[in-house]
């Protein structure tokens, strides 16, 4: 499983490969950022599907060509747009509309990742604490922020002699 928390741009996640009851694996990355901005993360208890799910969402999020390796019960995918408005996918293909919330918590680590952002602790400290409280949850932690685009250049006001 994961914890996946997002709060004031920054989207962090546990790294704990496990898949389902066979126990932990090794680390992976379970969130990016998109060119556009976006950051986007998912949660699942197989062994690969976190990866499908982020492929699919990149490809287009086609309902019509799922990942077969996922289960859609056992699927979770948050995505973070720049301005903070989010779209979340549980236990199901279809995405919610944009919602609006100071923050955003998903995976088997959700709850407790929510209350220490309830209580203002950053999405790396909630991820921390999930790991430590939840089973399926492990660290490293690790974040991303939507980034912004590099400033352009300032032109310079040529000096007369």
């Not at 077969?68 to 979340?88: F, K, T």
């Not at 236990?91 to 955003?104: A, D, E």
């Not at 909630?126 to 980034?147: I, M, N, Q, R, Y």
Request: contains cysteine; glycine residues 12%.
């Amino acid at each position: 499983m994961t914890t996946i928390a997002y709060k004031d741009g920054v989207m962090a996640a546990d790294s704990r490969a496990f898949p389902g009851h066979s126990g932990y694996i090794g680390t992976k990355m379970k969130i990016r950022r998109l060119p556009d901005g976006r950051l986007i993360g998912a949660s699942s208890g197989r062994a690969g599907a976190c990866e499908a799910i982020l492929d699919w969402y990149v490809a287009g999020a086609d309902i019509k060509n799922t990942p077969h390796s996922v289960d859609r019960d056992d699927l979770h995918l948050l995505v973070v747009h720049p301005d903070g408005c989010a779209q979340i996918a549980s236990h199901r293909w279809t995405l919610t509309g944009m919602l609006s919330n100071p923050y955003f918590a998903i995976g088997s680590g959700a709850k407790h990742a929510q209350a220490v952002l309830e209580f203002g602790g950053t999405p790396e400290q909630a991820v921390e604490v999930a790991c430590k409280l939840d089973w399926g949850s492990g660290l490293p932690v690790v974040s991303l922020t939507h980034g912004t685009p590099s400033p352009s250049p300032k032109k310079r006001k040529r000096k007369r002699n």
